[in-house]
């Protein structure tokens, strides 16, 4: 039997009851009867019951190949519909416009009304907040990591495929910004992820790209840069934040094409420094 009032996130996520009962009410308001969280293939967020629960989750994950593949953001799918205690549902999924991993939100409802536009891009921002807040307490699983840094390596592979065979990482490890996230809520939250990430673009030149991958880990990938040259530029960055000057810690690691053909020393970077 469907639950509608049941919200469980993923014990790698870690998030606080103000995030989570927040996505539950998203859910709650659109009608979902049901509603999955996919990062990557992993379900990180569930609200609602249902008896199929295994029929379900096996049918999304044999179609998961082509949904990465070919399903564009912000564009709705209908996987199928099935009865439960004499009620028709229909089951939905759609991609939303993440970074380097794949997210999406699944949604079953009954058969009518359909979801507005406005319906999913008002879920989608829920979606894409608890993920920003929620990734910061996942656990250090080498799995999840290679799933997640996958993307990032294969990037920065091109960026030496020319005359370039060396550069940095240089890592920020922020201040824990929890404390904030309830008090200032989920827009003054965000505000705060966005002015770390406009700092950091500011300092990116055009030949290099940053990343993030929760609110207190962000990456700078420097093709071509030395660790003289990197401490020389980021030993005085700092990262104003409305009336706060957010305290961090510096690290720079060498990168070169041996360690990016090598997934599990690649992914060991980001598990040490998560």
């Not at 060396?166 to 309830?182: E, M, R, T």
């Not at 929760?214 to 409305?242: H, I, V």
Request: proline share 6%; hydrophobic share 40%; glycine share 4%.
């Amino acid at each position: 039997m469907i639950d509608p009032t049941h919200v469980s996130p993923s014990p790698s996520m870690q998030m606080t009851d103000y995030h989570s009962r927040r996505l539950g009410i998203s859910f709650a308001s659109v009608g979902a009867h049901l509603g999955w969280v996919y990062l990557a293939t992993e379900i990180v967020y569930e609200f609602g019951r249902t008896e199929k629960e295994d029929w379900l989750r096996g049918l999304v994950s044999s179609q998961f190949p082509d949904l990465v593949r070919n399903l564009e953001p912000m564009d709705p799918k209908t996987l199928g519909t099935f009865s439960e205690r004499e009620r028709d549902f229909k089951i939905n999924i759609m991609r939303l416009p993440e970074g380097e991993v794949p997210v999406f939100v699944l949604v079953v409802q009954e058969v009518e009304p359909e979801l507005s536009e406005r319906n999913w891009e008002d879920l989608s921002n829920q979606v894409l907040t608890f993920c920003a807040t929620g990734i910061s307490l996942r656990e250090k699983n080498i799995l999840d990591f290679q799933t997640i840094t996958e993307p990032i390596r294969k990037k920065m592979e091109l960026a030496f495929l020319r005359e370039i065979q060396s550069g940095v990482i240089a890592f920020f490890h922020l201040q824990d910004l929890s404390p904030f996230f309830k008090p200032l809520g989920v827009v003054k939250s965000q505000e705060i992820l966005r002015e770390v990430t406009a700092t950091l673009h500011k300092e990116t030149k055009d030949n290099e790209f940053n990343f993030q991958l929760n609110p207190r880990s962000y990456f700078l990938f420097c093709p071509g840069e030395t660790l003289d040259g990197a401490n020389q530029r980021f030993g005085s960055l700092y990262f104003p934040s409305k009336h706060l000057i957010l305290d961090y810690k510096l690290k720079i690691f060498p990168i070169d094409r041996d360690i990016l053909a090598d997934p599990s020393r690649f992914s060991a970077i980001f598990i040490e420094n998560f």
